[in-house]
């Protein structure tokens, strides 16, 4: 492995083990991808696995892609017969070759968040429960939690403990019912699903386990109960499973990531060798330093001294503002400095706590003429129009998908109105089957002849391209869809942005070229997977002419030299519990450590009052050391004495905290004029 590592310095690199369960804590900027595929790189060319053999599940589509464009270099045409790919594209492929074993249809739709709020939706109305009373998002979080946690209906039934959970579970059992009748499975589905396939069919999940002899998972930290357990599936056989991760850096709680996967793998695995990456190769001393200072009192992690040597680096720019406006212009002309000094805009990114916070921030970019990317924003997929055309592609593809037909069957007009889907759904719900079945089956009441008219013309359209699938390529079928549909032409006519809708229609057929090189009768479906399991980061487009402006949650995805840090103040919106218990005190501390491993300059900032409070700025920026930052107090500005005052002489409170225990500098909550 060394061979390969040979630009490596670190002792910890050399040290190396060919076989069994390896952990490696790789501190931010340690180079940890440069590890896994040169420690793949090692397996192939040295130790002679063979590259069928080697899994490496990653964050996103656009990080496996990464780490497939680096060992291509590396070991050359044997680098398409890795597996490096997404957990959950990981397993979508597993399901769609043995999912008929567990009953599921090859053919099986992958449901977004929305086709799954609509799903929810759906199941409160036939479960007559008021949606003001039980809030969708909320019914759908809980479900979420229940599966990533290995727990069906009956699971998640023995664990009620409140009428809340009762809901829970009787929505979560008409969910599951109504997913069944469209053959559809959702994204915690996949992982769920696959665990239970391996679970149940041992034959199937030892083909699997004897073809990957080596298991390498990047972003450990951030794994679920369902991902760590299917990643012990796969292990079981050689117990050769590379893990790569930092409890620091675990992030995606929210998203019932589970942190314990990460400090219990050494009791899972008592033989595990632990190897720490502690050298940071992108950021100087100071913002490390400032790293440490905010994770110091995390009481769940593994122990670790990042340090670099690219020298102390300037100091942290800490900066508080009067309001939300004032801190958007303090970086927007932070940027203008910065982008005069030499500093590229794609090189700056800028990242906030919670998504209504870029108001100001987008505010002030036009205003100035700062051009910005928001990472994050509406996906491409996620566009009307290229949703509408691809519930189209999911009914030619599966025409039990309901959701898919509720979206287009009066797209363009039809002349269907809400009183005959509802007789159609439940006619449909009556008789057991979906509603596309029902469309076939129809006969007199209570449809009226008009309504039973546009209902057959509907299903004709997509039963005729249907049954043209296997003669026609899916350039083919989507042409088909835009003009037989009408929709193309009703696009035409549409008085708002036709033009620019029409240019997204063509940009989502150009990217089904892709596929043209997969059968005919597998492309559609391989596409629509694709489109399903791509992630707004992986739709990114790197720009130099613009800054990048994000919530920290998705800041892993992409790095850029400098990093500004908005909003870091303690009452901001839905985050203001996060600050009131020790455990989540360490979720923000490795939030906003999300933020610092930039290699040149960290600038961050907080405003002190919002739409509707005052606020102290948060306890991470009083966390960073005064030896590692250079602060910038904003005065209200109406303060006569603050208006003479500088920001070195504007006066501190020392305080001891009280859950830390330890000594901050905690500048006064409001600005007051001085009285005599």
């Known amino acids: 492995q060394t061979r390969y590592l040979k630009a490596e310095r670190q002792p910890a690199r050399r040290r190396h083990r060919d076989d069994g369960p390896l952990l490696i804590i790789a501190g931010p900027g340690s180079g940890k991808t440069r590890v896994i595929t040169h420690r793949i790189a090692y397996l192939v060319r040295v130790v002679g696995i063979s590259p069928y053999r080697i899994a490496a599940v990653t964050f996103t589509n656009k990080a496996a892609r990464e780490m497939r464009q680096r060992l291509v270099p590396l070991l050359g045409q044997a680098a398409e017969q890795l597996t490096t790919t997404t957990f959950h594209a990981f397993c979508a492929n597993v399901l769609r070759r043995e999912g008929e074993h567990i009953g599921l249809d090859r053919d099986f739709v992958i449901y977004d968040d929305a086709d799954q709020m609509a799903l929810v939706k759906r199941a409160l109305i036939e479960l007559e429960l008021d949606p003001k009373r039980f809030p969708p998002r909320s019914i759908l979080s809980g479900i979420s939690s229940a599966k990533s946690e290995l727990l069906g209906v009956e699971g998640l039934a023995h664990r009620s403990a409140s009428y809340w959970d009762e809901i829970v579970v009787r929505a979560y059992e008409r969910y599951e019912d109504l997913l069944r009748q469209c053959s559809a499975v959702d994204f915690d589905d996949l992982l769920l699903k696959t665990y239970q396939l391996f679970d149940r069919v041992p034959d199937v999940a030892q083909k699997y386990q004897e073809r990957y002899v080596h298991f390498m998972v990047d972003e450990f930290q951030d794994t679920n109960v369902a991902q760590y357990a299917i990643s012990r599936q796969m292990a079981r056989h050689h117990l050769n499973i590379c893990v790569v991760g930092d409890p620091d850096q675990s992030i995606y709680t929210w998203r019932n990531a589970d942190i314990r996967n990460i400090l219990s793998f050494q009791d899972d695995y008592p033989k595990a060798k632990l190897i720490a990456l502690e050298e940071n190769y992108r950021s100087t001393q100071t913002i490390l330093d400032a790293a440490r200072s905010l994770i110091a009192s995390n009481t769940q992690r593994v122990e670790k001294d990042l340090w670099t040597r690219n020298g102390s680096g300037v100091p942290i720019v800490i900066a508080e503002g009067y309001n939300e406006e004032e801190e958007a212009q303090f970086v927007v002309r932070e940027i203008q400095s910065r982008k005069k000094s030499g500093t590229t805009l794609g090189d700056i990114a800028v990242m906030y706590r919670v998504n209504a916070q870029s108001r100001a921030l987008e505010e002030a970019c036009l ?218 005190w360490r979720k923000s501390a490795a939030s906003a450590m999300s933020a610092l491993p930039a290699p040149k300059s960290v600038c961050t900032c907080c405003a002190r009052s919002g739409v509707a409070s005052v606020a102290a700025p948060s306890r991470a920026h009083h966390r960073v050391s005064s030896s590692t930052s250079r602060r910038n107090y904003s005065p209200r500005p109406r303060s006569p004495s603050a208006q003479a005052m500088s920001p070195a002489s504007a006066p501190c409170v020392k305080e001891r905290h009280p859950q830390a225990g330890v000594v901050r500098w905690q500048p006064p909550r409001i600005w007051q004029p001085e009285t005599k």
Not at 423 to 444: C, E, N, P, V, W
Not at 494 to 522: C, K, M, V
Not at 524 to 544: G, P
Request: aromatic share 8%; net charge neutral.
């Open 367 to 584: 205003r100035y003429g700062v051009p910005y990317q928001v990472v994050g924003g509406m996906k491409f997929y996620q566009r009307q129009e290229v949703k509408d055309i691809i519930a189209y592609l999911r009914l030619i593809a599966n025409p039990d998908d309901d959701v898919s037909l509720n979206r287009v069957i009066n797209l363009p007009t039809r002349g269907i109105g809400q009183r005959t889907l509802d007789h159609l759904a439940r006619t449909a719900r009556d008789a057991g089957t979906s509603q596309f079945a029902a469309i076939q089956a129809l006969s007199g009441d209570p449809f009226t002849a008009r309504a039973r008219t546009s209902l057959i013309g509907f299903g004709n359209l997509i039963k005729g391209i249907a049954d043209e699938r296997d003669e026609l390529d899916l350039l083919d079928i989507i042409d088909a869809v835009l003009e037989r549909s009408g929709y193309q032409r009703w696009l035409s006519d549409q008085p708002e942005r036709s033009e620019e809708r029409l240019e997204n229609i063509q940009e989502f057929r150009a990217s089904a070229r892709d596929y043209l090189h997969f059968g005919r009768a597998e492309a559609l479906t391989a596409f629509l997977e694709s489109v399903s399991l791509v992630a707004d980061v992986d739709s990114m487009e790197d720009r130099a002419d613009a800054i990048r402006s994000s919530r920290c949650i998705r800041r892993r995805a992409w790095s850029s030299p400098s990093s500004s840090w908005s909003a870091w103040k303690k009452d901001c919106s839905r985050t203001r519990a996060r600050w009131t218990t020790p455990r989540n």
